[in-house]
T-cell receptor
């Protein structure tokens, strides 16, 4: 399944670094999402974009900054992260923000030193 | 109260048995329900969708929905070792802007 592609697959960074996660979907969907998955915790929704407009910001710290330049691309810009931000970051897309299922990318495994 | 609740498991069943996974949700306005399978180190993969009360069958998988009881389940018949994974229940909010996931039930199918 290559409908939703995330890069990089693994990222190790220091707390003072700036990096970006990239997500691209080839499914013609109009909605895109960022999730955080930590060990033994449910998936946490971070951001929702519909037609490049942010429709949900789930009380995420400002050190995470999303960007959606078009309906096929989604970025998550990272700055001065904390060790507790180490997790699997998943991107997903769906036809719209409706009762249709989401399709996930393979995720970026992020480790903060 | 969590929006979506699942038993964390692990649920262990022998090969060939029926595995029964359960999920309850809190939003009475929810209209669609999804089951995802997640292998260790991998991303969630959609395996079943159900929108109306009753049963929906797809191969060895059957989803069951009871909106009055706010309960959705997944049955896996003839369980195989390859079914060993964590199963996530997902329920969109009434306005569809949020997708609530349960914490997942880990299933172990023993050969």
């Amino acid at each position: 399944e290559t409908g939703v592609t995330q890069t990089p697959r693994h990222l190790v960074m220091g707390m003072t670094n700036k990096k970006s996660l990239k997500c691209e979907q080839h499914l013609g969907h109009n909605a895109m999402y960022w999730y955080k998955q930590s060990a033994k915790k449910p998936l946490e929704l971070m951001f929702v974009y519909s037609l490049e407009e942010r429709v949900e910001n789930n009380s995420v710290p400002s050190r995470f900054s999303p960007e959606c330049p078009n309906s096929s691309h989604l970025f998550l810009h990272l700055h001065t992260l904390q060790p507790e931000d180490s997790a699997l970051y998943l991107c997903a897309s769906s036809p719209s923000t409706s009762n249709q299922p989401q399709h996930f990318g393979d995720g970026t495994r992020l480790s903060i030193l | 109260q969590k929006e979506v609740e699942q038993n964390s498991g692990p649920l262990s069943v022998p090969e060939g048995a029926i595995a029964s996974l359960n999920c309850t949700y809190s939003d009475r306005g929810s209209q669609s329900f999804f089951w995802y399978r997640q292998y260790s180190g991998k991303s969630p993969e959609l395996i079943m969708s159900i929108y109306s009360n009753g049963d929906k069958e797809d191969g060895r998988f059957t989803a069951q929905l009871n909106k009055a009881s706010q309960y959705v389940s997944l049955l896996i018949r003839d369980s195989q070792p390859s079914d060993s994974a964590t199963y996530l229940c997902a329920v969109p909010s009434y306005n569809f802007n949020k997708f609530y996931f349960g914490s997942g039930t880990k299933l172990n199918v023993k050969p």
